[in-house]
């Protein structure tokens, strides 16, 4: 049996066509043990396609460096994979046996507590922060050894944030103290922030995205890449990437969905032809000249922010690419809040004179 160091919580397809591809190109290759943590049957077909003996495939679409790009890759580095509801003992035995990284990309209300959290033994049911306890709890009790969890959720320093929600399981189960520190500095929890367009599913694993990649890791003591690739990139100021990221082109998305779903939700529209609506881009534009680049300016990103927010358009307009707004409507009410509701916060924080009345209006709507 191959074994891999790498296990990866979630079965996406963006974790396809981003991390799962990286640690198939990179240097050294990293086998992949993948863990689907629902119950879902779809996404468990899924599963046994992304293990298969010939891979997967990729469809990257779009324009690179000025050329278009129409090129199929397969993804070969997932080895094995396990279901957190039916498999549990295999995924404590890969956990603890073979795992060097920890990967996950739970959605966007995966650390939220659930009920059956402080249960003694283990429940499918359970939060992932809950799951990842029972994981840790095994991992020291056979010793202990070295770990980097790297979540990968769209979370301001997930690394921190889902620490902390571990913590807060092991405090409602009055867990031993040895293991509380295991878990506080026996365990490395790096934070990272993820960037790709995938646009859409292939059928039974795979999915078609745009060139543009990008994994970026906070540099911090003990925290290593998990592979070398041209898209992972250790950086020092994450926080100023995330801010772009999260408040420009997530947000966008977010934006164009309120405005769809304003104009009645109808159809099964695609982001590059929503917004070449003359009144969805002017809408759009308009949230982003009057009231988010003054905001990053006011950081000392001005720059920054008016570049990406032109990358941003670019890559929404890919002519390429079919994203619906009906899958980025997903769990819209998080979303507004971590991408429009983070976004006044910080405005208000950085400079109370500015004024944002169109996202307050969407970050209202959700309330």
């Given amino acids: 049996m191959v074994k891999t160091p790498v296990i990866q919580f979630g079965t ?40 298969a003996p010939g891979g ?24 094995r994979g396990l279901s957190a509801a039916s498999d549990w003992a295999q995924v404590v035995r890969v956990f603890v ?7 996950s990309n739970t959605g966007d209300a995966g650390y939220q507590p659930r009920p059956g959290d402080a249960a003694q033994d283990y429940d499918p049911a359970m939060s992932f922060p809950a799951k990842l306890f029972h994981l840790l709890a095994a991992r020291h009790a056979a010793g202990g050894a070295p770990l980097v969890v790297m979540p990968m959720e769209l979370v301001v320093d997930n690394g921190r944030e889902l620490k902390e929600a571990v913590l807060s399981v092991a405090a409602l189960r009055g867990s031993d103290p040895a293991l509380v520190s295991y878990i506080e500095d026996g365990v490395t929890w790096a934070c990272s922030l993820v960037d790709r367009i995938v646009a859409a599913p292939l059928e039974p694993a795979g999915a078609v995205a745009e060139p543009y990649a990008l994994w970026a890791i906070q540099t911090a003591p003990g925290v290593v890449a998990p592979a070398v690739h041209p ?33 009645g939700g109808q159809g099964d529209p695609v982001v590059r032809a929503f917004i070449a609506l003359p009144e969805v881009e002017e809408a759009l534009a308009a949230i982003y000249r009057e009231e988010v680049l003054p905001v990053f300016a006011r950081l000392g990103q001005a720059d920054a922010a008016e570049r990406y927010m032109a990358v941003t358009l670019e890559r929404f307009a890919n002519p390429f690419l079919d994203h619906r707004l009906a899958d980025i409507a997903q769990n819209h009410a998080q979303k507004i ?18 004024r944002q009345p169109r996202l307050a209006a969407i970050a209202g709507r959700a309330a």
Avoid: C
């Fill in 56 to 79: 997967y495939p990729v469809r990257i679409r779009g324009f690179w460096e000025g050329r278009a790009v129409d090129e199929t890759r397969t993804v070969t580095s997932v080895k």
């Fill in 12 to 51: 996406s397809r963006f974790l396809q066509a981003h991390a799962d591809l990286f640690l198939s190109e990179a240097r050294p290759a990293r086998g992949i043990t993948v863990v689907q943590t629902s119950g879902d049957a779809a996404r468990g077909r899924r599963l046994a396609a992304l293990a």
């Fill in 97 to 103: 046996e073979e795992a060097e990284f920890v990967l």
């Fill in 231 to 263: 898209a992972i990139e250790m950086v020092d100021d994450l926080a100023a990437i995330e801010r772009l990221k999260l408040h420009i082109l997530n947000l966008g998305h977010t934006v164009l969905v309120d405005i769809w779903q304003r104009r």
């Fill in 337 to 354: 809040e971590r991408r429009i509701g983070a976004f006044l916060d910080l405005a208000g924080a950085t400079d109370g004179a500015l």
